[in-house]
Nanobody, 116 residues
Framework: QVQLVESGGGLVQAGGSLRLSCAASGRTFSSYTMGWFRQAPGKEREFVANIAWSGGLTSYADSVKGRFTISRDKAKTVVYLRMDSLKPEDTSLYYC?????????WGQGTQVTVSS
């Protein structure tokens, strides 16, 4: 089993920054991807960013490109999401995700609220 624990959410003014962290524990896999999704009230969960754990290849949603940066600490099995130039429309519950290639694992979510 895999456990994902997020932290770092909060309330910030528009234009501000936050850094989310997600620590993974439990079973390991030979190759996997970790990333972030978000879901605002009344909306579908949407992809934000991910990173291939072994090679470090990253991918971003168009809405966050140039503002968000995903990174990882392989030794600690932690993935980070640095969020700059935050906008009110970034307000969401942010979920950490681990895609093992045959199933997804999810954290409980951390709330990010951006005030205008």
């Amino acid at each position: 089993q895999v456990q994902l624990v997020e932290s770092g959410g909060g309330l910030v003014q528009a234009g501000g920054s936050l850094r989310l962290s997600c620590a993974a524990s439990g079973r390991t896999f030979s190759s996997y991807t970790m990333g972030w999704f978000r879901q605002a009230p009344g909306k579908e969960r949407e992809f934000v960013a991910n990173i291939a754990w072994s090679g470090g290849l990253t991918s971003y949603a168009d809405s966050v490109k140039g503002r968000f940066t995903i990174s990882r600490d392989k030794a600690k099995t932690v993935v980070y999401l640095r969020m700059d130039s935050l906008k009110p429309e970034d307000t969401s519950l942010y979920y950490c995700n681990l895609d093992s290639g045959w199933r997804d694992y999810w954290g409980q979510g951390t709330q990010v609220t951006v005030s205008s």
